[in-house]
């Protein structure tokens, strides 16, 4: 009997799809960096990434003037669909196309919905970077490999998620780095951290410098590091001991090559319960962070089932209940 767990955590070879993977990743770098031009910064970055939505892939709400837009990656449907807040709408589908008419194309669908894009029209964190317009390299587009990666992604997204409602410290939400491809989830400790040296291709060490400003652990699941992409978690800054710890679940293993735990997304799609062997990845790999780094766990730590375990408090008959509040 097929396993339902399993079926929804597709099978998705690297060496299969790169062409495509390579391509979309370009596209999402033109879109991230329209968010990017029109949102103020928040906390290392998080105001440029994309979501998982239930569809593919979304800015979310992107304030523009006194209104605001939003651009999704339609991964079922296959399209890139422009909405805004006075009704206006574009779209644009998705099929093989050179990066350049990728980019062209979606500056018209802005420009007829009067919406300016004033980028740095060449992608970041890869090597070489060819600027967008004259991208004729990346052309590919597979539909049917573009939905099993965002259905990982839907997987991921879940599971860290859950992961992610343990923390009540600082913590990021999950969400879509398009310049290294990944989706992540990023925990604080409260306490700053020396300045990160840099050195990412076509990257401002400036770019590095605010990401990683503050004592961390991240998590999260990207298209490399396996056969099929990998779970990944590391520290920074790293504590003394950390690539030597025992984390689970059997097949995690800490990489020399990119200084952090690695998961193989093939090992957790054949698990008995792949949702527990993420969940004890990133469990098990935070905790060698957080210890070795003398983390105050008890004060960034809770249950999300918290309030379901405790009994409601009585409330007394003359006190005025305000609309919206408990």
């Given at each position: ?67 605001a837009f939003e651009i999704e990656f339609d991964l079922l449907g296959h ?248």
């Amino acid at each position: 009997m097929t396993n339902p767990a399993t079926t929804s955590w597709p099978s998705l070879r690297v060496s299969d799809w790169t062409p495509t993977r390579d391509t979309l990743h370009m596209w999402t770098q033109v879109v991230g960096k329209i968010r990017m031009a029109h949102a103020p910064l928040l906390n290392h970055w998080w105001q440029v990434t994309l979501y998982v939505s239930p569809r593919g892939l979304t800015t979310s709400t992107i304030p523009y003037r006194t209104g605001a837009f939003e651009i999704e990656f339609d991964l079922l449907g296959h399209r890139l669909d422009v909405r805004t807040s006075d009704g206006g709408a574009r779209s644009l589908p998705l099929r093989p196309m050179s990066v350049a008419e990728f980019y062209a194309r979606v500056l018209d669908m802005l420009h007829e919905l009067g919406i300016e894009a004033p980028i740095r029209p060449r992608p970041n964190e890869v090597d070489p970077a060819i600027p967008f317009a004259e991208d004729h390299d990346h052309a590919s587009y597979d539909a049917a490999v573009a939905t099993l990666f965002w259905r990982q992604l839907l997987q991921a997204n879940r599971v860290i998620g859950e992961f992610r409602s343990h923390f009540v410290g600082k913590v990021s939400p999950v969400h879509f780095f398009w310049g290294g491809m990944d989706l992540a989830c990023t925990r604080f400790s409260g306490r700053s951290a020396p300045p990160h040296p840099g050195g990412v291709p076509n990257c401002g060490d400036w770019v590095m410098v605010e990401g990683y400003s503050r004592e961390l652990s991240s998590c999260g699941f990207w298209p490399g590091g396996g056969e099929e992409g990998a779970f990944y978690s590391y520290a920074y800054p790293a504590p003394d001991g950390f690539a030597e710890q025992q984390v689970g679940p059997d097949g995690a293993y800490f990489s020399t090559q990119f200084q952090q735990f690695l998961l193989p997304y093939e090992a957790v799609r054949a698990a008995p319960d792949p949702d527990r062997a993420v969940a004890e990845f990133l469990r098990t790999t935070y905790e060698a962070a957080a210890d070795l780094g003398g983390w105050d766990r008890p004060a960034l730590e809770d249950d999300p089932l918290r309030w379901h375990r405790t009994p409601a408090p009585v409330r007394s008959a003359n006190v005025k209940i305000q609309k919206g509040r408990p």
